[in-house]
């Protein structure tokens, strides 16, 4: 039995700040900085100070 593909959406946090995404689009740090590397449109700083760190 073959797995599905993963799909990979990227949020450009610069424009809509992670406080005001719903829920399910929350990212934890851990994801974010996994994909960050894949698409500079992830603004880890953003979620950051957004986590306050």
Do not use: H, T
């Not at 593909?5 to 829920?23: E, Q, T, Y």
């Amino acid at each position: 039995m073959s797995l599905p593909n993963p799909i990979l959406s990227l949020i450009d946090l610069d424009v809509k700040p992670i406080d005001r995404l719903p829920g399910w689009a929350r990212l934890d740090r851990e994801l974010v900085e996994s994909y960050v590397d894949i698409d500079g449109r992830l603004c880890i700083d953003a979620f950051r100070r957004n986590q306050g760190q």
